[in-house]
């Protein structure tokens, strides 16, 4: 079984250099500095979410960021899967369905009411490696975003 | 101009009534207790959400309710608008177009990078009205949702 292991202020380089991967593998750029500065706060305890590090901790094959929220309508704490990212070399073993497995126990019996993610509808594969693993959708919300800006 | 009050334990009773309408006219159906339960961790300072009061303290006349979470990507705290309610008799006078341009300013000079509310994307009234505010989307990314159950 795949381990899991909540990301601690020890594991900030190791783990940067995996979320540099997914960033290059979703056209995103961020600096060194910008990365480590958003991951920081998690591995320190920050209430707003929890990366975990799937495989050896030392050696680590990928990992899962998740942020928290707090839904009125579930009566309590929700999660957003932020990223799943397996290392290209390990993919195509399920691996990932077997974190969407394990990920979901170990946040339910935390308390946690429910777990989301956010999928492109137009990609189909991603959306049957969710919907195999037991996510659903009933209004086809869309997510609106509006970016802010600090005050100059 | 419309005020923004931040909600406390004291507003516990005023605010559930109005959370009350909101769910009736959503078709939702929560107990008093539920509901009370959801709302006093937000109330008493958890850091998972705030909910702010709209008009008059003593006698609000809506309010809006954000979820806090963490974004790899944007580096750093984004919000979700969970409910944006205003009393029936007093809508159509532009008041939630209003707090769509005073909520991101109190965000934003607070650090936050992002705010973000989802919309049925056949709901082109509600998509308007964000759209007016500034909210856009990108990939219309599909919110897929994992209920979780506590172990038994």
Redesign the interface.
Known sequence: MTALTLAKPDDLERLSRL?ADC?TEQG?T?SEA??Q???A??LEG????AIYLIGPARAPIGYV?V????????????A?I??LYIRASVRGRGIGAEILGSL??A???A????????????DSAT?EF??K?????N?????????????I
Do not use: I, M
């Not at 693993?133 to 959708?137: D, K, T």
């Open positions: 979320v960033q995103l961020q910008e990365r500065a958003a991951l706060p998690l920050a209430p707003h979410g960021a942020s928290f929220g707090w839904s009125l309508a579930l009566g309590g704490l929700d957003v932020d990223d979901p126990r946040l339910s019996a308390g946690l009411k429910a777990l989301h993610v956010r999928v492109d509808p137009d959306l969710y919907t693993a037991l996510f659903s959708h209004a086809r919300p869309l997510l609106l975003t509006r970016r802010l800006r600090p005050p």
